[in-house]
């Protein structure tokens, strides 16, 4: 989630060898993970969709959005119907750099169950940042707190069509992002999907870009859309992710294309898992200065719903 990433790299590669986004692939607990192929990912989905709330009952009731490509079925979502804190059966939260401070020299702690940060009403998923300091155990001395949902080693797939439904949060400062690490790998040998990157500073345009290892150094290749209501009214943010190319869709119109090169891992890891996710950044290399005066903000995501060819 970060075009302004291989400034950090430069910094954060002196310091340990981590993913600048929030790159937790880090290896961290994703690594050696590996998703069920698409087929068997239906299946386990659909089984334990009787068991669990929320999310997986909510698959038989899902109204779809009409722009979905012909030939995908829904193997996954959540559509956030359970009041209370996220599912915990699809989404943990990611903290392992609040001690040490976040990539991209961002300015939040991300907190873990607290419904302040993270919770599910009237069937969205709310990620509220707060400027406040409060007391954790592996709190690092931040001045804001926030929430990042993510859904390694639970949800975790190859190919498929995204579609993530959401309303940002603007304010200056805020950073909200919808995006994939890969769970075979760190940063960036792993890959990253950057479905939907939006600042404060620049409201009314959101960014889909890519890393890999080709681009290490670089910010990424992807594109920026205008979107004069990204902080007014949800929108559709979604991904056609094949073997051959990884498409960016607003409202499903098309506006970029990372295609596969057939050349290797450095320009196309896209053909492993990958893992979802969700969070608020405050501050850093892309979001910019803070504005205080701002807060609280939410940053809204109505559901999340993956596709595939089965
Ligand atoms: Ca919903």
Redesign the pocket.
């Given at each position: 989630m970060s075009t302004f990433k291989w400034a950090t790299l430069l910094f954060a590669a002196a310091i340990v060898p981590v993913s600048a986004c929030g790159g937790g692939s880090s290896g961290g607990s994703g690594g050696g993970t590996v998703s069920p192929p698409p087929s068997s990912s239906s299946s386990s989905s659909s089984s334990s969709s009787s068991s669990s709330s929320a999310s997986s009952s909510s698959s038989t009731s899902v109204t779809h959005s009409g722009q979905v490509p012909a030939g995908y079925n829904l193997v996954w979502s959540d559509?956030?119907?359970a009041e209370g804190l996220p599912d915990e059966s699809n989404w943990l939260y990611d903290t392992e750099a609040n001690r040490t401070g976040w990539y991209n020299n961002e300015k939040q702690y991300y907190a873990v169950r607290r419904a302040e940060n993270s919770k599910t009403e009237g069937?969205?998923l709310k990620i509220t940042a707060f400027k406040e300091t409060i007391t954790a155990a592996d709190h690092g001395g931040q001045a804001y707190t926030s929430a990042r949902l993510i859904t390694r080693g639970k949800r975790e797939f190859t190919y498929g069509f995204y579609e993530i439904r959401a309303k940002m949060p603007c304010g200056v400062g805020t950073w909200p992002a919808i995006w994939m690490l890969g769970t075979t790998a760190g940063w960036p040998d792993g890959g990253e999907i950057d479905i939907m990157e939006h600042v404060g500073q620049t409201p009314n345009k959101v960014f889909g870009t890519i890393h890999n290892r080709s681009t290490f150094g670089t910010w990424g290749v992807g594109a920026e859309k205008a979107l004069p209501e990204a902080c007014s009214a949800f929108h559709n943010f979604q991904i056609e992710w094949t073997d051959a190319k990884i498409d960016f869709f607003i409202d499903g119109e098309k506006y970029h294309t990372y295609a596969n090169a057939g050349t290797g891992n450095a320009q196309w890891p896209f053909d492993k898992p990958m893992y979802l996710l969700l969070n608020m950044a405050i501050g850093g290399d892309m979001a910019g200065p803070v504005d205080d005066t701002i807060f609280p903000r939410t940053f809204e995501i109505?559901?999340v719903r993956v596709y595939q060819k089965l």
């Open positions: 559509e956030f119907n069937g969205v109505d559901y």
